[in-house]
């Protein structure tokens, strides 16, 4: 730990239960209520009015910690359905518009049924549903969305034959004048049917995106109990990049979001002369796997069971009590010497001092190994250290990426949501 006296910054919230942590009830009213209704995360594509009667009945249900998961997600499956309904009859008769708003206000529905993590059947089917729709809304904007089948050349036995991505070029991309790129690597709970919602404020700027999973989560094809696993995931990414002539390859940056934050850290020195700049915001490096900090983690920030879903990605199922003892000496990036390698990509460091997802204490860590790096702490906010960081991290980018508009007001104004229908 960073503080102090051998203590995590935040220690003293660790006395402290989260009211969200009481019922779904007080997690809808204390937590989620505001950012359903501004349509920004957790809520992409999501309108209040689509979420109200799903909210009414698991309230009426009184649906609090420890969830059936199956049966919570079975609650939101109806409204899905009819928003999906509307969005084909409009397909069908030519309102493209609205289609695309309705199969994508369906996919809101559907991720928040699977959300933190799809680890039950309905759960599991609500990610198949999801992506559907998502990908069907997008494909219907005037600048589409694809969905890219990545091979895996660098795959070993046991991981999958192709990565999936969502990808997306300025229409004024071209081999003689190829964009710049940014990845966007997703995290714990957001996939890159959610992240996709910055991709369409990139392609203004003239940058072009792709979005996909990390190890353990969506769809990557990456085994997430293994920690070499992301090294050959990026390294295929990165080769398949190498061959589309109408990217910049000399601008290839990367922008990781939480959890991610710690797959980004980690390309950053492994692949330090194939990127431009990396930016991990909200991520961890060693102290979020440690046993005291996991122990704390359920009943704070996050909106579930972080330790317990934690555990899920990393390839422990439900073996809580395992992850706890081994993630430290498997994952750690100081303990396997990642922190120390003398190369790193030029690497941006963000978070709220407050964070009680993934320690602050892991970026000062950082800071103290290895090549220099750059970092900017947002005091007294928590997780990611929202919406402060976005400005600081867009106008880092543009910086690398030399757009021709500077200003993140205008970026930033295409992420809420509003339904127009």
Known sequence: MAAPGGEFFIQKNFKKTAAHHESFKQLWETKWKAPASMGVYPFMFGTTKDFQPIVDELVKQDFKEPYD????????????????????EAEKAGEIEKASEYY?????VYRISRFPAPRSEKQKYAWKMGKEMCIKGLGLRPHPVHEVMVPHKHAIEGEGAHIPIYHLLPDTATAEAPAPLLIIMTGLDGYRTELSVWMEGWRQKGVGTIVLEIPGTGDSPALPGDPKSPDRQYESLLDWIDTQDRIDKKKVCVWAFSTGGYYAIRLAHMQPHRLAGVVSQGGGVHHMFDPAWLEQVNHLEYPFDLANTLAYKYGYGNDIEKFKKEASDKFSLLKDGTLDKPECARLLLVNGTEDEIFPIDDYYLALQHGAPKEARFVPDK???GEPDAFFIILKWLYAIFDVADKNPISQMKTMPFQPKY
Do not use: C, G, N
Request: aromatic share 14%; no cysteine; net charge positive.
């Open 382 to 384: 928590k997780h990611m």
């Open 104 to 108: 994508l206000r369906s996919s809101a």
């Open 69 to 88: 998961w199956d049966a919570y997600a079975q609650v939101y499956f109806p409204k899905a359905e009819e928003l999906t309904k509307i969005a084909q």
